[in-house]
Antibody, heavy 118, light 106 residues
Framework: DVQLEESGGGLVQPGGSLRLSCAASGFTFSSSAMSWVRQAPGKGLEWVSAISNNGGSTYYTDSVKGRFTISRDNSKNTLYLQMNSLRAEDTAVYYC???????????WGQGTLVTVSS | AIQMTQSPSSLSASVGDRVTITCRASQGIRNYLGWYQQKPGKAPKLLIYAASNLQSGVPSRFSGSGSGTDFTLTISCLQPEDFATYYCLQDYNYLTFGGGTKVEIK
């Protein structure tokens, strides 16, 4: 069975940092581009960041550029999101995902809640 | 960045109704579009990939069509378990979600 399990969420003050992790199993992680998607309370889905299968290419939505860093360790089948300079508007459930819009292999974690508040 | 305009933002329908949701891309995205269903507290679930392909395990009452800039998700005969929020997602240039359509019980 495919599993994506996020961890690392929690309560952090504005300006603080958090590192999210996503442990993958049940599929060939090292061959898969991966993404982080977030959902603010009561709002829609928002793509945050993506990384190529080998980590050589990374992509970010404008609102997190310069603050968030996506990375991966294929030897540990783990995806990361380092979040710095956090703002109240970063409060959301963060999902890691292998998006299958083109080919149908689509996997999502259960999400981890990040709350930025003083 | 590609914008995805989804409509309507909400709709009320009855069991057995035919429901149509549309997404319009700000530029051509070929068929690089998927449709997701999300229920409260759950991760999104892929229903349709590559604009018109039914994901494995998804009931055949769901169908997708379109290419280029205009796309449609149709639920042919709404079931009680279909009351949820639906999103389109383009994968042509980075990723962009539509704003969502909440399908509620009339």
């Amino acid at each position: 069975d495919v599993q994506l399990e996020e961890s690392g969420g929690g309560l952090v003050q504005p300006g603080g940092s958090l590192r999210l992790s996503c442990a993958a199993s049940g599929f060939t992680f090292s061959s898969s581009a991966m993404s982080w998607v977030r959902q603010a309370p009561g709002k829609g889905l928002e793509w945050v960041s993506a990384i190529s299968n080998n980590g050589g290419s990374t992509y970010y939505t404008d609102s997190v550029k310069g603050r968030f860093t996506i990375s991966r360790d294929n030897s540990k089948n783990t995806l990361y999101l380092q979040m710095n300079s956090l703002r109240a508007e970063d409060t959301a459930v963060y999902y890691c995902a292998k998006v299958g819009v083109r080919g149908g292999d689509d996997y999502w974690g259960q999400g981890t809640l990040v709350t930025v508040s003083s | 960045a590609i914008q995805m305009t989804q409509s309507p933002s909400s709709l009320s329908a009855s069991v057995g109704d035919r429901v149509t949701i549309t997404c319009r891309a700000s530029q051509g995205i070929r068929n690089y579009l998927g449709w997701y269903q999300q229920k409260p507290g759950k991760a999104p679930k892929l229903l349709i990939y590559a604009a018109s392909n039914l994901q494995s395990g998804v009931p055949s009452r769901f169908s997708g069509s379109g290419s280029g800039t205009d796309f449609t998700l149709t639920i042919s005969c709404l079931q009680p378990e279909d009351f949820a929020t639906y999103y389109c997602l383009q994968d042509y240039n980075y990723l962009t979600f539509g704003g969502g359509t909440k399908v509620e019980i009339k």
